[in-house]
Every structure is written in structure tokens, then in C-alpha cells.
């Protein structure tokens, strides 16, 4: 599977941005898929999760309300609403593919990536 992240940019304090992930490589869409963050100095941290189906949907507390996941799979394209963001959001932003469907919040538990896209937020 590879994923192409892209959407990233500069944005003030309480704007939006749209992420997707393009996927490719593979026929079938039944794979959870997920986004992680890392910001400079800080260890890659789990953002959000989307089963398959898109039936199951996860947060990280920190984005909880203010960010949406969502998947199109006759597209296989996974998205990241991010709405209201704040400057602790800047970070660059990673897609991952769960093809093993653990489906969870742990980066060990995915096993393909994205390139990466940066996300800064201004104050």
C-alpha cells in the first residue's frame, strides 16, 4: 500500500484545513486507517482512527470536537477535518494504513505511512 498525504499549510489560530490521504497499491479498502502528528522535539502521537467501514471512529482527547475523520473508499481516500485550530496543532501529519486491521491508537499497530504533510498553525 502507499499513501500520499496532502492538504497541510499555514493557517491562523482558529481556521481549518481538509488533509487527505490518497491510497494506492491494493484493490480492497478493507483496512483501518488512522492519522498521527509529531511536532518538532515531540514523540509521533495518535490524532485519529477510522475503521474499514468507517462505521468505528477514534480521538485523541486533544482533538476531540474540533477534528473529524472520514473515508471515501471508492476513492480510497481517508480525510482529516481540522476545524478551530490552535497553535499546539502545528505539527507535521502523518497517514497510516492498518492493513492488518488491529485498529487501534499505537503507530506500532500500522504498518504503511505516509510522507508526511506540515500543518502550521499561527497565533
Known amino acids: 500500500v502507499q499513501l500520499q498525504a496532502f492538504g497541510g499549510g499555514l493557517v491562523q489560530a482558529g481556521g481549518s484545513l481538509r488533509l487527505s490521504c490518497a491510497a494506492s497499491?491494493?484493490?480492497?479498502?478493507?483496512?483501518?486507517m488512522g492519522w498521527f502528528r509529531q511536532a518538532p522535539g515531540k514523540e509521533r502521537e495518535f490524532v485519529a482512527a477510522i475503521n474499514w467501514s468507517g462505521v468505528r471512529t477514534d480521538y485523541a482527547d486533544s482533538v476531540k470536537g474540533r477534528f473529524t475523520i472520514s473515508r471515501d473508499n471508492a476513492k480510497n481516500t481517508v480525510y482529516l477535518q481540522m476545524n478551530s485550530l490552535k497553535p499546539e496543532d502545528t505539527a507535521v501529519y502523518y497517514c497510516?494504513?492498518?492493513?492488518?486491521?488491529?485498529?487501534?491508537?499505537?503507530?506500532?499497530?500500522?504498518?504503511?505511512w505516509g510522507q508526511g504533510t506540515l500543518v502550521t498553525v499561527s497565533s
Open positions: 497510516a494504513a492498518d492493513t492488518r486491521n488491529y485498529y487501534g491508537i499505537s503507530y506500532a499497530q500500522y504498518d504503511y
Open positions: 497499491g491494493r484493490t480492497d479498502s478493507r483496512y483501518s
